[in-house]
T-cell receptor, first 113, second 111 residues
Framework: SAVISQKPSRDICQRGTSLTIQCQVDSQVTMMFWYRQQPGQSLTLIATANQGSEATYESGFVIDKFPISRPNLTFSTLTVSNMSPEDSSIYLC??????????FGPGTRLTVT | GQSLEQPSEVTAVEGAIVQINCTYQTSGFYGLSWYQQHDGGAPTFLSYNALDGLEETGRFSSFLSRSDSYGYLLLQELQMKDSASYFCAVRPGGATNKLIFGTGTLLAVQP
């Protein structure tokens, strides 16, 4: 198993600014992912964070808006750029060891005013 | 496109059995997972089916029919703590093990 922490746990940001969310795993993992979840809704995959190379984005998400870094096998960041109120959501990091199970962080609750 | 449909809400009483269905339409399929998420919490893994049939893990069981693009999660001996959202998720394949999540089912267990 893996234990995942995220920082910050929540934030309130102004329109037009950017926020970087950090995701730390307590062990080396093969895969790391970033999701977005509106309260009461399902999880939407933003991208797969690839170690040492550019992230793989899902349809509807672009690197300019959601730049992702993954410098090593235990850490990743997601930046939400030029924020608007529509970006208000919960952002979740997950990690996998190459099998079917993913472990999720507690999430970052973002409110954009 | 890819879609996974679930009932939005299910209500049951303590001690009962409840079944949460999931129908999927995806471009690839390597398996169906189930996750539980309590309000304000992180999703946690419950079960996984790669092949047709029933997988049992304690009070929880999961079933898959690949020919019908259908699966379900069966919760037995319901407890109040089972009140949560339940999501099915498809692993569409490829090398990334990414998951595509269903619409989610909010289960309310009543005394």
């Amino acid at each position: 198993s893996a234990v995942i922490s995220q920082k910050p746990s929540r934030d309130i940001c102004q329109r037009g600014t950017s926020l970087t969310i950090q995701c730390q795993v307590d062990s080396q993992v093969t895969m790391m992912f970033w999701y977005r979840q509106q309260p009461g809704q399902s999880l939407t995959l933003i991208a797969t964070a690839n170690q040492g190379s550019e992230a793989t984005y899902e349809s509807g998400f672009v690197i300019d808006k959601f730049p992702i870094s993954r410098p090593n096998l235990t850490f990743s960041t997601l930046t939400v750029s030029n924020m608007s109120p529509e970006d208000s959501s919960i952002y979740l990091c997950s990690a996998g060891q190459g099998t079917y199970e993913q472990y999720f962080g507690p999430g970052t609750r973002l409110t954009v005013t | 496109g890819q879609s996974l449909e679930q009932p939005s809400e299910v209500t049951a009483v303590e001690g009962a059995i409840v079944q949460i269905n999931c129908t999927y339409q995806t471009s690839g399929f390597y398996g169906l997972s189930w996750y539980q998420q309590h309000d304000g919490g992180a999703p946690t893994f419950l079960s996984y089916n790669a092949l047709d049939g029933l997988e049992e893990t304690g009070r929880f069981s999961s079933f898959l029919s690949r020919s019908d693009s259908y699966g379900y999660l069966l919760l037995q001996e319901l407890q109040m703590k089972d009140s949560a959202s339940y999501f099915c998720a498809v692993r569409p394949g490829g090398a990334t093990n990414k998951l595509i999540f269903g619409t989610g089912t909010l289960l309310a267990v009543q005394p």
